[in-house]
């Protein structure tokens, strides 16, 4: 594992915090504490003899506050065992929530429009598609399949310290036809619905939008009528692509193999996907999308994920 992917790996940074800080919080619980209140209990001790002589001699000492003094500054943590507890239930929160239950993600690019902005920073179930554990992303608990027409964060095959949000489009077994911008699965046409034009803001253009339904659930895509179906040249030498996919000039058919999804982003003629470097593994996937809940140049963005 090179530098790159273990700096990009956020929840490995967290977990070797949380084993730092943690192995400290216990070393002061079970040890260092204990070593502390022994010296606190001798040192008080010898105060009290002291002072015990002192009154015998008839010499009047303030007890009360000296002694307390005393006990507070011996048992004192040293400064790198106080922060360490303090941050340690801090990190473990944190680490537990978004490896098992919710993480953010920051959408970066415009593959997904209109859906999801650039910006939109929105809530990934970490739990629906089954249980994993956190760092090597190893499924021990199987809950849930992704369905067509899901949103979803995975791990791009090709660098895996990279996270990238596509909608499924295909699920193992499923046969995918991809011709003239439309969508044909297991040999059903996919239903469109025309809709206004999309102001594309970062082109100042406008591109044709569809209301799509994939399986029943209804979303909408863009095409660039100034584009191909899709960039023959761009097409990788993937794994399983002469064994299940066929390319056209007008368009491509690709099996999904056994363990994989077939996904595509709904900005469809601005989307690096599938159709370019393959199939996902579901040992890739990190979780469904299902709630924006901030972009800082648009509050009415907040909202679930269609």
């Not at 209140?37 to 002291?50: G, N, P, V």
């Not at 015990?52 to 010499?59: E, L, R």
């Not at 507070?72 to 098992?100: K, N």
């Amino acid at each position: 594992m090179n530098l790159q992917v273990i700096l990009g790996n956020f929840a490995l940074i967290l977990f070797v915090l949380m084993v730092l800080t943690g192995v400290v919080w216990f070393f002061d619980v079970f040890y260092l504490a204990k070593q502390r209140r022994a010296a606190a209990d001798r040192a008080l001790a010898e105060y009290d003899s002291r002072a015990a002589k002192a009154s015998a001699d008839g010499i009047k000492l303030d007890n009360h506050g000296r002694r307390a003094q005393i006990e507070a500054d011996i048992l004192r943590q040293p400064t790198w065992v106080e922060y360490s507890g303090s941050f340690f239930p801090v990190i473990a929160l944190v680490f537990f929530l978004r490896s098992f239950l919710y993480e953010p993600f920051k959408i970066p690019s415009s593959s997904m429009v209109p859906t999801l902005l650039v910006g939109d920073l929105i809530l990934v179930n970490k739990f629906t598609y089954g249980i994993r554990l956190p760092v090597i992303n190893q499924k021990i608990i199987q809950i849930n399949d992704p369905q067509r027409g899901d949103v979803m964060v995975f791990k791009y095959p090709k660098d895996m310290s990279q996270d990238y949000i596509k909608r499924v489009i295909g699920v193992p077994g499923d046969k995918i036809t991809y011709e003239n911008k439309r969508l044909t699965v297991n040999g059903v046409a996919v239903k469109y619905t025309p809709m206004d034009d999309y102001l594309n803001d970062e082109r100042l253009v406008y591109n044709k939008q569809f209301q799509e339904n994939l399986s029943g659930v209804s979303h909408r895509i863009l095409n660039d009528d100034s584009k191909p179906t899709y960039g023959r040249d761009a097409v990788e030498a993937f794994p399983g692509r002469d064994e299940n996919c066929t390319y056209r000039y007008e368009g491509f058919t690709c099996t999904v193999p056994a363990g994989n999804y077939f996904m595509m982003g709904d900005n469809r003629d601005n989307s690096a996907d599938s159709r370019y470097w393959g199939f996902v593994p579901d040992k890739n996937i990190v979780g469904k999308a299902f709630f924006v809940w901030m972009n800082f140049s648009s509050l009415r963005r907040i909202g679930g994920i269609q």
